[in-house]
């Protein structure tokens, strides 16, 4: 499975538009890019999946550049309730049923 | 209402007991997951199922054991092999994708505290 590199933490306010960049530079032909969301003492919630261009959803953006070595998440117009942890993925269905969820970027919104 | 739950919500006990940790899903999903997690740590997969009556060894499955006799259920016991067994477990299912990626669902988690 490919691993992943997140920025550990990131400090934002309230109304800004926050990007995180995920690095995952050997990233498999099959593969796709899945970003989480986890608030503390709960279980992570998907946000948005993508494999190549932009993603966009009701949440979130994303978007991966041609090689596919790295990916954004885009929140737009953060509140203090996008406090926290965010996680990037990278695998596929097949015989990737092993998920890596590394320590993730700590994202702090300030009022 | 679809879901995945977990239960006890926090657990107690005493070293060198056993723990049955529960984890049912009315999702129809194949595939089911156990995750520990420890205080600002991500997520480590500790045994995996993609379907009943199979399932796989994760990153950190000594100490633990698991059972799949029915595709809702995915119960994970914590042996006093385990050393150290205080952590956050997470639950999740996922459908069992072929070629395309896939979405876990978690549930909302067990923190267990042995002393």
């Known amino acids: 499975l490919a691993k992943t590199t997140q920025p550990i933490s990131m400090d934002s306010y309230e109304g800004q538009e926050v990007n995180i960049t995920c690095s995952h530079n050997?990233?498999?032909?099959?593969?796709?890019i899945t970003w989480y969301q986890q608030f503390p003492s709960q279980g992570p919630r998907f946000i948005i999946q993508g494999y190549k261009t932009k993603v966009t959803n009701e949440v979130a953006s994303l978007f991966i550049p041609a090689d596919r070595k790295s990916s954004t998440l885009s929140l737009p117009r953060v509140s203090l309730s996008d406090t926290a942890v965010y996680y990037c993925l990278v695998g596929s269905g097949t015989g990737g049923f092993k998920t890596i969820f590394g320590a993730g970027t700590r994202l702090f919104v300030k009022a | 209402d679809g879901g995945i739950t977990q239960s006890p919500k926090y657990l107690f006990r005493k070293e060198g007991q056993n723990v049955t940790l529960s984890c049912e899903q009315n999702?129809?999903?194949?595939?089911m997951y156990w995750y520990r997690q420890d205080p600002g740590q991500g997520l480590r997969l500790i045994y995996y199922s993609q379907i009943v009556n199979d399932f796989q060894k994760g990153d950190i499955a000594e100490g633990y054991s698991v059972s799949r006799e029915k595709k809702e259920s995915f119960p994970l016991t914590v042996t006093s092999a385990q050393k150290n067994p205080t952590a956050f477990y997470l639950c999740?299912?996922?459908?069992?994708?072929?070629?395309?990626?896939?979405?876990?669902?978690f549930g909302p988690g067990t923190r267990l505290t042995v002393t």
């Open positions: 999740a299912s996922s459908i069992a994708a072929t070629g395309d990626a896939y979405e876990q669902y």
């Open positions: 050997n990233i498999a032909t099959n593969d796709y």
């Open positions: 999702l129809n999903h194949d595939a």
